[in-house]
């Protein structure tokens, strides 16, 4: 059975999001290690989502939003 999987471009989502300013900051987060998706530490560019619609927990440090994504 094959499952529905997307790679969501994280620097998209944090600027969408109104978490980061530019898509370069929010790399520059990513490469700081400030960013967390669920929990889980973010560095990579790209996220695996495996279900969608989803509501993901979206920090940036401090700054947290709920997040769905389509």
Same mark, same amino acid.
């Given at each position: 059975?094959?499952?529905?999987? *997307?790679?969501?471009?994280?620097?998209?989502?944090?600027?969408? &999001? +109104?978490? &980061?300013? *530019?898509? +370069?900051?929010?790399?520059?987060?990513?490469?700081?290690?400030?960013?967390?998706?669920?929990?889980?530490?973010?560095?990579?560019?790209?996220?695996?989502?495996?279900?969608?619609?989803?509501?993901?927990?979206?920090?940036? +440090?401090?700054?947290?939003?709920?997040?769905?994504?389509?």
């Amino acid at each position: 059975m094959k499952q529905n999987r *997307s790679l969501q471009n994280v620097d998209r989502l944090l600027l969408t &999001a +109104g978490l &980061a300013n *530019s898509k +370069g900051e929010a790399q520059r987060k990513r490469s700081e290690k400030v960013v967390r998706i669920e929990e889980a530490v973010i560095t990579e560019p790209r996220y695996i989502l495996t279900t969608a619609p989803i509501t993901l927990t979206v920090r940036l +440090g401090k700054r947290v939003k709920l997040v769905t994504v389509t």
